[in-house]
């Protein structure tokens, strides 16, 4: 199934891999205290809380279709890789993301860049498939762009504790080695129409990517924000989070910036549809669904 948004010259995709209720509140927001949660219940369940609190997720790329490119954002869990502390993501056997991405029409093959907002487990892992025991890059003709202190951090990371993250073995050193990686500063201009964002504090030098023209754009979030709740306390961070008190200066500046405006917001991970706008609330913002 693909969901597909048509905005001027751009046409963006979403390609689901998974859907469903992940982690507990209380353990994904380390600073969520019971009593804002239960200010916030009513609105949160039952499309973004499940009943026993736990956040409703999607796990997805977004496809950029420009005149001139295909752009891949952010490459989920794939399949067949070892997460032995995920249950849910290890060696996972689905044929869901790669339906997804036929229903688009297009193929592995039509992809010409496909950009991770950050170097998580769930954002690199189509970069790679398994290939008679050997991890190959699984878009054949794209060129991957990472941030580069994004990739210098996770590269020592893996040197220095290869077993806290086993993605950087199979999903991001492989394309490295292949010499398919565009290494840019996060606040890169692609073109005319796509540019990077930068937006630290969930990873060291995660991004976000601006698409389109004034008037009929969007911002592809990547996890800059994780759940509505963070749009209303940007200064809520989450589990896995390299400086929670950066992400939520990034959150108030991004959103500070697109609130209010005909800007479409597309997250990594809210349910779907997963897009929305922002709007002024209170000291903050909301998100409002469209
Ligand atoms: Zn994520």
């Known amino acids: 199934m693909s969901a597909q948004i048509r905005m001027g ?6 390609i689901v891999e998974q859907e469903g209720p992940f982690f507990k509140a209380l353990e994904f927001f380390p600073e969520l205290t019971e009593e804002l949660l239960g200010e916030n219940r009513a609105w949160l369940q039952p499309r973004f809380f499940d009943a026993n609190d736990q956040l409703m997720l999607c796990i997805q790329s977004y ?5 001139h490119h295909n752009i891949l954002i952010d490459t989920c869990v794939g399949n067949h890789k070892e997460r032995p502390t995920r249950p849910f993501w290890h060696l996972m056997k689905s044929d869901r993301y790669e339906k997804s991405l036929a229903a688009t ?3 592995v093959g039509d ?8 170097l998580h487990t769930d954002h690199v892992g189509w970069n790679t498939r398994l290939e008679n025991g050997r991890w190959v890059p699984t878009f054949p003709k794209a060129r991957y762009v990472f941030a580069d ?3 210098a951090f996770w590269t020592k990371r893996q040197q220095d504790k290869p077993a806290a993250c086993p993605w950087i073995a199979d999903s991001v050193l492989p394309i490295v080695a292949a010499n398919r990686a565009d290494v840019v500063k996060s606040d890169w201009a692609f073109n005319d ?6 937006t630290p504090g969930h ?3 995660h991004f976000s990517v601006h698409v389109g023209k004034p008037g009929a754009d969007a911002v592809v979030t990547g996890d800059m924000i994780h759940s509505p709740l963070q749009a209303r306390y940007p200064e809520l961070g989450m589990m896995a989070d390299y400086d929670s008190a950066q992400a939520g200066r990034s959150r108030r500046e991004l959103f500070g910036r697109f609130c209010d405006t005909s800007t479409l917001i597309c997250t990594a991970h809210f349910p779907s549809p997963s897009t929305g706008r922002v709007v002024r609330w209170r000291d903050a913002f909301d998100f409002v669904a469209a």
């Open 149 to 151: 202190r994004e990739l």
């Open 63 to 67: 496809l950029v279709q420009t005149p």
């Open 105 to 107: 029409g297009l193929g």
């Open 9 to 14: 010259s751009i046409t963006i995709h979403r």
């Open 203 to 205: 990873s060291i030098d």
């Open 193 to 198: 129409l796509v540019a990077l964002i930068p």
């Open 111 to 118: 992809i010409d860049f496909v950009m991770c907002t950050h």
